[in-house]
């Protein structure tokens, strides 16, 4: 099956910093999304993002399908960033629905 | 106006009792999932329901069932319950055509004793 890895596993940084996180997957994908596990462990949609480019504020992504790879940037970091970032890849065996594989994971932690 | 609920939010029990964990969603989606999130923090989808059928099983042991009443509704019941089901439990919802975004309700903790 696909496989999906982050980069880096974890992350500490000072508040005020900025960040990439990266996803590398190993087949194509139809689509691809970027969520933040809050510490109380909520998963909070990011950015559907099967191709392109998106910016929400502070957050941005990059989704280089055809190079199997998407970027999540992050600026002027701060402690609420923190959590633990997935990406998630929909491999498009399913018609009638769309199983997506995630990824293990980057830990971002900043600091005040 | 939460637009994925579950219930409850934490539920302890002991080992080889039977359980269930409720799953709403009010996005008008057609299909419905339940995830498992690992004492490490890996989230592996478990089922898939579309319009009340099941699309995806991903070998979970027939302990679990799912049931779906309706389109915005899909209960997990567990039986016989093992330590190693301890876990948070996800349900998501999406469209199935078009858009494809997953939502996620809060997680439902599962401390098996």
């Known amino acids: 099956g696909i496989q999906v890895e982050q980069s880096p596993p974890d992350l500490i940084l000072q508040e005020g910093a900025n960040s990439t996180l990266r996803c590398n997957f190993s087949?194509?994908?139809?689509?691809l999304q970027w969520f933040h596990q809050n510490p109380w462990g909520q998963l909070i949609n990011l950015f559907y993002?099967?191709?392109g480019t998106k910016q929400n504020g502070r957050l941005s992504a990059t989704t280089v399908a055809t190079e199997r790879y998407s970027l999540l940037y992050i600026s002027s970091s701060q402690t609420t960033d923190s959590g633990v970032y997935f990406c998630?890849?929909?491999?498009?065996?399913?018609?009638?629905?769309?199983?997506?594989?995630f990824g293990s994971g980057t830990r971002l932690s900043i600091r005040p | 106006d939460t637009a994925v609920s579950q219930t409850p939010k934490y539920l302890v029990t002991q080992m080889g009792n039977d359980k269930s964990i409720k799953c709403e969603q009010n996005?008008?989606?057609?299909?419905m999932y339940w995830y498992k999130q690992d004492s490490k923090k890996f989230l592996k989808i478990m089922f898939s329901?579309?319009?009340?059928?099941?699309?995806i099983n991903e070998t979970v042991p027939n302990r679990f069932s799912p049931k779906s009443p309706d389109k915005a509704h899909l209960n997990l019941h567990i039986n016989s319950l093992e330590l190693g089901d301890s876990a948070v439990y996800f349900c998501?919802?999406?469209?199935?055509?078009?858009?494809?975004?997953?939502?996620f309700g809060p997680g439902t903790r599962l401390t098996v004793l």
């Open positions: 998630a890849v929909e491999p498009g065996r399913y018609s009638s629905a769309s199983k997506i594989i």
């Open positions: 996005l008008g989606h057609d299909t």
């Open positions: 087949d194509s994908v139809n689509n």
């Open positions: 998501a919802s999406s469209q199935v055509a078009g858009n494809r975004e997953q939502f």
């Open positions: 329901y579309n319009n009340k059928e099941l699309i």
């Open positions: 993002i099967p191709s």
